[in-house]
């Protein structure tokens, strides 16, 4: 009996650990690469989920900014607004109510370039 309640405390812990591991949730790894090659304006990136704000790094060109979380089925929703010059876009990274998942296994990469945000080859926002 002893060792069900041990096992039994040692999972819990794992469920409410915060680490590198999402024990039984997806864990997914978004990048977000700036790819605006004929431009002399910085591109900022502010990244941000009801729970994460991830701040407003400024991303030079062919460079990018990584981030990862766990997935809570239904709720996580992750999203970027980007600025470059007088340019916006608010780009959705991540949701985890999508149909269809257009993440890699579990990797999103996003191409921020002069006609908008691509992934897999595809427009996923335009700028404003």
Not at 8 to 32: A, N, Q, Y
Not at 114 to 122: L, M, V
Request: net charge negative; with cysteine.
């Amino acid at each position: 009996m002893a060792k069900y309640l041990l096992l039994s405390f040692v999972l819990f812990m794992c469920l409410l650990h915060e680490g590198e591991s999402c024990f039984i949730f997806r864990k997914i790894h978004v990048s977000v690469v700036n790819k605006l090659v004929n431009s002399d304006t910085s591109l900022s990136a502010h990244c941000y989920s009801r729970n994460d704000d991830l701040g407003n790094p400024t991303i030079p060109l062919d460079q990018q900014i990584n981030f990862s979380f766990c997935v809570t089925p239904i709720f996580t929703l992750f999203k970027c607004e980007l600025v470059w010059g007088e340019r916006t876009s608010t780009v959705v990274v991540y949701s985890a109510a999508w149909w269809v998942d257009p993440c890699d296994k579990g990797k999103c990469v996003y191409y921020v370039t002069e006609s908008g945000t691509y992934i897999d080859n595809q427009l996923w926002a335009s700028w404003k």
